[in-house]
């Protein structure tokens, strides 16, 4: 029904309702997809965020946290209705302690009419048309409900990028680096309208999973940073979450990056790209990026403020493991040196973002 990842060519200015999701995203190849919210916010002058996700994969016998991952995405259907089984989870982080719902086992459904799309399960729901984008995850106030009565611009700019690992093995993603949203958001009973900045990024990979760095910045005037890399190291044979610096930095790293997009500029991609993770006083690792552009230079500096672990285990020649960890994290300081020379710096207080650092492997 859906064309393989190596037959695929991926269109040059992506269509938000038209192309999301992308038929390709479920290749026969594909090992996992996933869909990925990021909410960024403040309430009471106190930096806050929501990480919500729905994932399936084309493989069975995967623990998710302990939760038996159900069966395969068994996908039926076509292309504009479609239906799969899928995991979704989420966690909320208030500014000084995380809530969190377990990994749960649903069946998602996809409709593509009427120019719109609507993606539907149990927990979760997305509706996107040209006039407006809605989503809605858990929808039980007395816990937690999430209802994003709005997303703008509508519908929001989504960047696509393809990389391919070798002839047959890569990875596409589907994002949305900044937009703006708003709605209710209740906790434990307590309802309130909300609003802030949103990242998303629809992912697709057949590769074995690899650790990687990661990080997501953005700032109230609606610039935004991203910074990103596959590495190899010993850390694929970690066994425990713990953070441990013993093999920090001690990498081989597969590609890299470190974007920077000013309020209404066009993007800056850095090269000669350089990372590193020191350790901080809460045990917890901050990580530092550093950039060429020309004569422009970049270096942001991250300080993590608390850590949430999935913990991914399958059976497969070995009783793999993978860790993917989630920092809610404060820029410490941002320096941009531009084509004329000059150094702006700035701190972190108009800045809201995440980092994550992996380990482990998990082979499809």
Known sequence: ??????KFTPPTDPDFIKDFPPARMFSKKGNFVWWWWMFLFE???????IVAYWTTKSYKNVKANGVNWGPAAELSGQPDNFT???MATFWYWDGKVFQEIEPKNMK???????GGVTIDSEDVQL????????????????DFDLNIDKVTPTPPPVGYKRTMLTKNLGFDGLKIYHANWSGMLSTKGDKRKMEGSLYMQHITLNTPAFPWLWGVFHKTDGSYLTYF???LSRLMFRRSSECKPSADNKYKFMNKNLNYTPAGQPTKRFKHVRYNVFRQDNGLPGFEAWGELGDERLRIKVRTVAKTTYTFERRKY???KF??????SEVMEIEYTDAEGKVHKEGGDDWNGNCEYSWGLLLG
């Open 229 to 231: 890399t596959t590495f």
């Open 84 to 86: 799969y089984n899928g």
């Open 43 to 49: 309430e009471d002058g106190v930096k806050k965020q």
């Open 1 to 6: 029904m859906f064309e393989p990842i190596d």
């Open 108 to 114: 998602f459904t996809t409709v593509i009419k009427d």
């Open 318 to 320: 070995w009783r793999n």
């Open 323 to 328: 860790f993917y960890n989630e920092f809610p």
């Open 127 to 142: 509706k996107a048309s040209r006039v407006n984008t809605n989503i809605r995850f858990c929808r039980d106030p007395k």
